[in-house]
């Protein structure tokens, strides 16, 4: 609900309330004066019915004594015939003590009469009577004499106009014998009459109070009398009429005091809704003086000094996005750690206005090296200016060092100290490091100048800005700034680090250390490509160890990795920095000689047969001795172009020579044998290539020497190389 719907009801429960509160008050106070009214009339009138009802019955008895004073039973009927002609009653019966009628008067009114001293009716009331006993001189029963009047239309209307009420009389069911009430109101009367109990009170739906007289000893008649009430007409509805009137004024009372409250705040709301939305112009009219129009002037000044402060953050906003932007595209497109850490430095400097700045990184030695610089000629001692790299500060030394050992930003003012630290000399500074978390670079034991190896994170190095314009020293602003371009330093400098390891990670066999399957492929294809444009040879040499099955089962998988891991080790010791090891799988291996003929090949493979086969190889099984494992190889030998035209038909002719030299008894090698056909594809070579009488071929000069012209040797002994590229 608005605050105007809340208003408007707040008011309308304020007035409306004390209406609807009087307006009942006012209905009920006069229906209960009706109702007392009424009830006062209805007891009149019951007395007055009993009077009339006791009046007769005393008139009727009386007349019965009249008759049964007579003793001669000739002149007792000729009474009889006068009491009725008198009127004092309309009929006489004379009953003998067995109750058969001796005498009874002509015209008398149809039974059951009704004993004025009886409780209660037994049926349908036809007429009243009184009975006196009828006795001789002696006191002997001779019977009764009774005096009836009958109850009829003309006496009910007589009751009614006694007592000024309706009156309506009921047989013994509740029907409704003989009334005064109208067609109108006799249902009415009735089912209110059936509801009354004793000298109760109810009213029925038109308005008129009902009320139960009798029967009781002496009133043995069963009446029901009615009023009417006295209530004006249409009271309810005035009443209503009123309210409805009242409750129209209070709504539009309450709407428009609801409207004059509100509509500041409508304007206020309307105004805020549009500065949430951009439009800092907006200003509200300032109506009154009173809270709300306070309020508006406060919010006009809130939004002129809002739209200044835009406009500044803005122009910020403006020149950070272009820096944010250039170091964006930077980190998008290129892995060079060098520009990404320039291009961060240069956005800083300019970001805050510093005059200098410097980024150092944490070398293994524990000391922040410089790797970039801008502005600072001549601020450390060093013999090369030009060279970033000289700029050298131990971790844990000076501002920088301590920065980088803490991990807690700093700025202040410069003071120097009697050691000389190695950083830069200036007047203000702000530092603040940037770190990986741990975990992305494995390390040892804790070492001078490094964190702790069970801290959260670990130092990158750090970002240092010198000398900033315009302002004594640098603010928490110009911290904030340097931080989050810190943040892009490390990200820069750990994207870096992760590449180069996903790129090594991803050429070689994580077991053995060698170049592994994918770059098997790649190396093949560019080999032979060089071997094509130079006219040089290529050997491929396949190796397999054999039967090193029989290594897992006897002395576990464990064993058979420390094989592996030292048959690749002995490989990269019998071959040259030219050449190329390969993992193929499992424990097959690829050996590439670049410019190396059949010759030279043989005598790598004898070379590499006779080192595996000399030496068994020491492993520690899962007993914790420690045994020697005898190893031999299975080797086989192609050259390209002599015995394939491409790079996958010479790997798939050395498989061939493999699998020749295990069927040939292992622990040897085999030359591949050549295609049949042989290959006529042309080769452009600079020097012509010959094979020798013994059917090797090799690569080499024209005139057939045993070296080719810058390249791999044939000889016994051809150059090692310690690691696998």
């Known amino acids: 609900m608005t605050l105007r719907g809340r208003l408007t009801a707040a008011f309308l429960t304020v007035v409306l309330g004390p209406v609807l509160l009087g307006a009942f008050f006012v209905g009920s106070t006069l229906s209960a004066v009706d109702r007392g009214r009424a009830t006062e009339r209805l007891g009149v009138a019951a007395a007055g019915v009993r009077t009339s009802v006791d009046a007769l019955c005393q008139q009727l008895r009386a007349a019965a004594d009249a008759v049964a004073l007579v003793a001669d039973p000739a002149a007792r009927s000729r009474a009889a015939d006068q009491v009725v002609g008198r009127g004092l009653a309309a009929a006489v019966l004379i009953a003998d003590p067995a109750g058969r009628t001796t005498y009874a008067t002509a015209g008398g009114p149809a039974g059951p009469w009704q004993d004025c001293a009886a409780d209660a009716t037994t049926g349908p009331v036809r007429a009243l009577a009184a009975q ?54 006799r249902a009415a009367v009735l089912a209110a009459a059936r509801q009354a109990d004793g000298d109760r009170v109810t009213g029925t739906i038109d ?54 409250t509100t509509r500041p705040l409508v304007e206020l709301a309307g105004a805020v809704d549009r500065v949430a939305h951009g439009d800092l112009t907006t200003r509200v009219p300032v109506r009154s003086r009173d809270e709300i129009g306070r309020l508006a002037g406060a919010f006009n000044r809130m939004t002129r000094e809002t739209g200044s402060y835009v406009a500044a953050l803005t122009s910020s906003r403006d020149q950070l996005r272009g820096h944010l932007t250039v170091l964006g595209d930077t980190l998008a497109s290129t892995h060079d750690l060098q520009r990404i850490l320039r291009v961060i430095l240069h956005s800083a400097i300019a970001a805050t206005g510093a005059r200098a700045g ?116 640098f603010d928490d602003d110009d911290l904030v700034t340097l931080r989050t371009f810190a943040g892009h330093a490390a990200v820069a400098v750990e994207n870096v680090r992760v590449h180069e390891e996903a ?9 053995t250390g060698l170049w592994n399957y994918r770059y098997l492929r790649e190396s093949i294809r560019r080999e032979v490509e060089r071997a094509n444009r130079f006219g040089r040879m290529l050997s491929v040499l396949a190796l397999d160890l054999d039967r090193f099955k029989d290594v897992n089962d006897t002395w576990g998988h464990a064993a058979g990795d420390a094989v592996l891991v030292e048959f690749a080790r002995r490989v990269r010791g019998e071959i040259r920095e030219v050449d190329l090891a390969f993992r193929q799988g499992g424990e097959e ?36 001795e420690a045994v020697r494992v ?46 049949d056909p042989v290959p006529t594809q042309e ?10 009488p013994d059917g090797l071929p090799r690569a080499g000069a024209a005139d057939g020497a045993t070296a080719a012209q810058g390249g791999a040797s044939s000889g016994p002994h051809p150059p090692r190389q310690s690691r696998g590229r």
């Not at 009417?228 to 007409?233: D, F, L, V």
């Not at 490091?433 to 034991?445: I, S």
């Not at 790129?503 to 077991?511: N, P, W």
């Open 630 to 675: 005898p190893v031999t190889v299975s080797i086989g030998i192609a050259v390209y172009p002599d015995h394939a035209a491409g790079g996958q038909q010479v790997l798939d002719a050395a498989d061939d020579a493999l699998y020749a030299a295990k069927a040939a008894g292992r622990d040897g090698y085999q030359l591949a044998r050549p295609p």
């Open 358 to 473: 410097a980024v150092l990184l944490v070398d293994g030695d524990g000391t922040l090296v410089g790797q970039c610089v801008e502005g600072l000629d001549g601020r450390w001692s060093t013999e090369d200016p030009a060279d970033p790299a000289t700029l050298r500060v131990l971790v844990g030394a000076g501002v920088l060092g301590r920065v980088a050992a803490t991990g807690e930003p700093l700025r202040g003012r410069w003071e120097a100290t009697d050691a000389p630290t190695g950083e830069p000399s200036c007047e203000t500074y702000v530092a603040v490091p940037f770190a990986a978390p741990r975990g992305t670079e494995p390390r040892g034991p804790d070492r001078p100048g490094h964190p702790p190896a069970d801290t959260e994170s670990w130092a990158l190095g750090v970002l240092a800005l010198y000398d900033r314009l315009g302002a004594d020293e």
């Open 503 to 511: 790129q090594r990670l991803s050429l070689t066999d994580a077991l």
């Open 683 to 692: 080769i452009p070579v600079v020097v012509a290539a010959a094979s020798p």
């Open 132 to 185: 006196v006993r009828l006795r001789d001189p002696a006191g002997a029963d001779l019977g009764t004499v009774a005096a009836a009047q009958p109850v009829d239309p003309a006496f009910v209307a007589r009751l009614a106009a006694v007592t000024g009420a309706g009156v309506t009389l009921l047989d013994d069911p509740g029907r409704i014998t003989h009334t005064t009430e109208d067609r109108e109101v």
């Open 589 to 624: 291996f690829v050996v590439l000689l670049p410019e190396t003929d059949a010759r030279g090949a043989t005598i790598v493979a004898e070379r590499l047969g006779a080192v595996i086969r000399d030496q068994p190889v020491p492993v520690e099984v899962h007993t914790g």
């Open 207 to 260: 308005g008129r109070y009902v009320r139960r007289v009798g029967p009781t000893p002496g009133q043995p008649l069963p009446l029901v009398l009615s009023v009417p009430g006295e209530r004006p007409p249409g009271l309810y509805a005035a009443l209503v009429g009123a309210v409805v009137l009242a409750a129209l004024l209070a709504v539009v009372a309450a709407w428009r005091l609801a409207r004059v």
